[in-house]
């Protein structure tokens, strides 16, 4: 007997779900969007077998509830249930970077047939929306589950197991745990990469020509600043108390280093920023998490016509797949550098040795 699934919201996260569940033969997918264009082009790609523009209607015909949305409106949902006549039991969950609201209105459910497991796949894309999604979003990346006082173990067994085909590694955590560690390796980086752009944008005022300058390291950095911002304000304001904290102890870590500079403390700067680097070279190597991470490479290239396009060419022969290339570097006469980004560390490393063996000088990023 087939299990029944609706996925709510089919932007990059419920989409890229939505793939994988849907190639599950015990599994059938109604799918929720408020853009019908998004649900029609679903159905033709045979993501979801079935559209459904009544939240109320489908939830009934549902084993499984997944609300890919926005955490405001997930909770809003989760309040919808409470009033909807089930004639079975339903297990609901939700894609949110943020727990504590999500968590605090699930446990408040009193009917009997709703059971609440949390969920966040710690994986993303610096694209929005149904066109980004894609069935390999969750390889290797942490799935967190976060259970409400309503749910048993065997109901996030039964998430793993839907989720089987995502290839996500899964943890469980408490509400507490999963919003302090993702406050501190996701949405306080994020703030901060905002507030360096809107600092470089005040500089600009000054000097004009900064914007040409802003490449390289500086767009390393910020690039998590362009993603989705009504996303993320949502997040934050979610988030917000750990945040504040956050906030207060980054000020304070800023005032250290200004007095160090001050000071001209110059040994205590220097220790400082080889423990910092102690920290972050010991980090796991090339995990998936919540910034998305990428395998590159550093091809040095000449300045003649033609050099890009035959780097691209032997990887290409080879079928190896790029995800993004930039140029670092590259001035009239003289060598330039290219970054190569892959999605998987074997494409990193074969692509190193094939290039190589071409006779090109080639590091590879740890």
């Known amino acids: ?93 939700d894609v949110s970077s943020v727990k504590n609201k999500v968590l605090e209105a699930a446990n408040k459910l009193t009917h009997p047939r709703l059971s609440f497991v949390g969920g966040h796949p710690m994986a993303g894309s610096h694209k929005q929306g149904y066109t980004a999604a894609k069935p390999h979003l969750f390889e290797n990346a942490i799935y967190v589950l976060t259970p409400s006082i309503h749910a048993t173990e065997a109901e996030a067994e039964r998430l793993k197991q839907l989720f089987s085909k995502t290839g996500a590694r899964f943890l469980t955590f408490t509400t507490s745990e999963h919003d302090e560690m993702t406050a501190v390796i996701s949405h306080f980086p994020h703030l901060i990469a905002s507030s360096l752009v809107h600092q470089a944008r005040e500089w600009q005022k000054t000097h004009p020509y900064i914007e040409h300058l802003a490449a390289g390291g500086f767009k390393d950095i910020t690039r998590i600043a362009s993603s989705n911002p009504k996303l993320w304000q949502d997040i934050f304001f979610q988030n917000r108390t750990l945040l504040i904290s956050m906030l207060d102890d980054w000020i304070d870590e800023m005032q250290t280093v200004r007095n160090f500079l001050q000071e001209q403390e110059s040994e205590q700067t220097y220790q400082y920023l080889v423990e910092a680097k102690q920290y972050r070279d010991g980090l796991p190597v090339r995990e998936k998490g919540a910034i998305p991470s990428f395998y590159d490479i550093y091809v040095d290239i000449h300045d003649q016509p033609g050099a890009i396009h035959d780097v691209i060419g032997l990887l290409a022969d080879e079928n190896i797949s790029i995800k993004n290339i930039q140029i670092l570097e590259i001035r009239e006469g003289i060598t330039g550098v290219l970054r190569i980004s892959f999605a998987t560390s074997e494409d990193q490393v074969g692509s190193k040795k094939l290039l190589e063996k071409h006779q090109y000088e080639v590091m590879l990023q740890q």
């Open 1 to 93: 007997m087939k299990e029944t699934v609706l996925i709510v919201g089919l932007g990059l996260i419920g989409g890229s779900l939505a793939m994988n569940v849907s190639e599950k033969e015990d599994v059938f997918v109604i799918g929720m969007d408020k853009d019908e264009e998004t649900m029609n082009m679903a159905l033709k790609q045979g993501v979801i077998h079935q559209a459904s523009k009544s939240f109320s209607k489908a939830v009934k015909e549902a084993d499984i509830l997944i609300l890919a949305t926005p955490i405001s409106i997930t909770i809003e949902f989760l309040n919808q249930l409470e009033d909807v006549d089930l004639s079975k039991p339903l297990l609901v969950t």
